[in-house]
């Protein structure tokens, strides 16, 4: 059996692979990444890992220099290690063919094209990362071409389906684990062995193994379908407010059905996040690529209804506020893509921040975890023309909730964070201007309570 494991990166790699080296004390475990800055991070003294998830810490904490080592010697990790999962970043290309919805491989090739060179011996080679349908193949050929004598690759693909802010324990506790080989002796050799890893602690029963290109396909088809709900229950959230009817109440009445399922069934201001709109947009390129414009539609659809959700929202806030928020204070709470996490990818806030800043508000920003150079970071990005100290004169960042909250005309819940749920609405109304307004883009608060308090939500 091995003793050596290295994973590639840092998200979803350093979870995945700090939870294997807990789970499995017999086997080294070593994350490397380029960036020298992570890896410090996730080496500090005092544990100010690079990524915010709850109990990612207890788990470093209890592996971290036992045989579960962070480093950025990428090329004497490679040589040391039996199997290497390859968990770096696939975005959205940005320009050349596909720009805007293939994924961005470059990253996956040049790891590859380093196992190849650096190896001195046999490995087996998972993908981690979400990468399109038969990237294995290519990760094949370049291994193959390149490689030294006597050194074979193995490929598997084993997407990673933890959610972040539920990282750790979505980990200890997965709803399965898949695993796609080529259906070959060596290949379901390979297969098995990274079966009994896991089985370690996952249950043999929710460990899948099937074909290489039903794995990769697998996971956008998840991520698809998942942000295919949260754009259906979106849909019907315009329709609710036409009507009168309470999407909660639509939600709890069509999960009930046991074929849907009550789960991920929140209406939202629109979901973020790395994966969901990256994932899809790979799928529509992937169908476009198959000659299948249709069904390219088809999932475009779903990024295209989260886009309307996030403008209808921003346009509800200035309908509302007497058509007009120029010169108006409005407090936006969350600025994370979904709460217990630090990372902001995607996130509405973002969008909603650019379109108040288009009407000329004021806007004051809360979030419990994102570092402010984060959020100035994603600003800039999100209006390059505009001037940092002219965002900076428009947006303010606050320390409290309470302090967003002052002298606002409005607050807008961006993120649904489990303290904006516990603040003190009563001193919140005090020190707001009236008449008060509350947009709660994630359906967090209890509106009549609110109400009673005096606020229009
Ligand atoms: N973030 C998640 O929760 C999550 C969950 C499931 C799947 N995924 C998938 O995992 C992959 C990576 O996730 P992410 O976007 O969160 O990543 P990320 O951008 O946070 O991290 C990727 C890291 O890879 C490093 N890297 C790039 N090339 C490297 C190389 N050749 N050698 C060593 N390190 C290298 C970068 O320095 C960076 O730190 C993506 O394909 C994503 O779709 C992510
Ligand atoms: O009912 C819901 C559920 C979620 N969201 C939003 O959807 C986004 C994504 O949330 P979530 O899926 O919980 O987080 P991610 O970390 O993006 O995880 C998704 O993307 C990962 C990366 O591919 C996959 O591994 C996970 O299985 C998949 O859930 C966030 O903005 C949430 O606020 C809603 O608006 N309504």
């Keep these: 059996m091995w003793e050596n494991f290295l994973t590639l990166s840092e998200a979803p790699g350093g979870p995945t692979c700090a939870v294997i080296a807990v789970k499995c004390p017999h086997i080294q475990v070593t994350i490397v990444d380029l960036n020298?800055?992570?890896i410090n991070a996730w080496n500090s003294p005092d544990f100010k890992l690079p990524i915010y998830e709850p109990g990612l810490e207890d788990v470093v904490r209890e592996a971290r220099g036992r045989n579960l080592f962070f480093s950025t010697n990428v090329d004497k990790a490679i040589e040391e290690a039996d199997l290497i999962f390859v968990s770096v970043n696939t975005p959205t290309k940005k320009?050349?063919?596909?720009?805007?919805?293939?994924?961005d491989l470059n990253y996956v090739e040049r790891a590859t094209r380093r196992i190849a060179t650096v190896a001195n011996s046999s490995k087996i080679v998972v993908e981690k990362s979400t990468?399109?349908?038969?990237?294995?193949?290519?990760?094949?050929?370049?291994?193959?071409?390149?490689?030294?004598?006597?050194?074979?690759?193995?490929?598997?693909?084993?997407?990673e389906f933890l959610a972040e802010g539920t990282a750790i324990t979505d980990l200890y506790n997965p709803d399965r684990v898949l695993i796609g080989s080529l259906q070959t002796p060596e290949g379901k050799a390979a297969s098995d062995a990274l079966v009994s890893v896991y089985a370690n602690w996952v249950p043999t029963e929710r460990i899948l193994t099937v074909g290489l290109w039903s794995s990769e396909l697998s996971k956008l088809a998840a991520n698809a379908m998942l942000a295919q709900r949260i754009s259906s229950i979106n849909a019907l959230s315009a329709?609710?407010?036409?009507?009168?009817?309470?999407?909660?109440e639509v939600a709890h009445a069509i999960g009930y059905d046991s074929r849907v399922g009550p789960k991920f069934l929140?209406?939202?201001?629109?979901?973020?996040?790395?994966?969901?709109?990256?994932?899809?947009?790979?799928?529509?390129?992937?169908?476009?690529?198959?000659?299948?414009p249709e069904v390219a539609a088809y999932w475009r659809q779903v990024v295209e209804m989260n886009e309307y959700q996030k403008r209808r929202f921003?346009?509800?806030?200035?309908?509302?506020?007497?058509?007009?928020?120029?010169?108006?204070?409005?407090?936006?709470?969350?600025?994370?893509?979904?709460?217990?996490?630090?990372?902001?990818?995607?996130?509405?806030?973002?969008?909603?921040?650019?379109?108040?800043?288009?009407?000329r508000a004021l806007i004051n920003v809360y979030d419990p975890q994102v570092e402010h150079s984060q959020i100035w970071a994603d600003l800039q990005e999100a209006s390059p023309q505009?001037?940092?100290?002219?965002?900076?004169?428009?947006?303010?960042?606050?320390?409290?909730?309470?302090?967003?909250?002052?002298d606002a005309e409005a607050v807008v819940i961006a993120t649904e964070w489990k303290e904006f749920q516990e603040i003190d609405w009563e001193a919140v109304y005090q020190?707001?201007?009236?008449?008060?307004?509350?947009?709660?883009?994630?359906?967090?608060?209890?509106?009549e309570k609110l109400r009673q308090i005096g606020f229009k939500v």
């Design 131 to 159: 990468v399109p349908c038969r990237t294995a193949e290519s990760m094949r050929t370049i291994l193959e071409a390149n490689s030294k004598p006597n050194c074979r690759f193995d490929i598997l693909s084993n997407p």
């Design 266 to 292: 929140k209406a939202s201001v629109g979901f973020g996040g790395s994966c969901f709109q990256k994932d899809i947009l790979n799928l529509v390129y992937l169908s476009e690529s198959c000659h299948l």
């Design 314 to 359: 921003s346009k509800r806030v200035v309908d509302t506020l007497f058509n007009t928020i120029t010169d108006k204070r409005i407090a936006v709470l969350g600025f994370a893509f979904k709460a217990d996490t630090g990372d902001t990818r995607e996130s509405a806030a973002i969008t909603l921040i650019k379109d108040f800043q288009s009407e």
């Design 239 to 248: 329709i609710c407010e036409a009507t009168g009817a309470n999407i909660d």
């Design 386 to 406: 505009v001037p940092l100290d002219a965002i900076q004169k428009q947006v303010t960042i606050c320390s409290s909730a309470l302090e967003a909250c002052k």
């Design 95 to 103: 320009s050349g063919v596909g720009a805007g919805s293939a994924a």
């Design 431 to 447: 020190k707001m201007n009236k008449p008060a307004f509350v947009f709660d883009g994630r359906l967090l608060v209890d509106a």
């Design 36 to 38: 020298e800055a992570r």
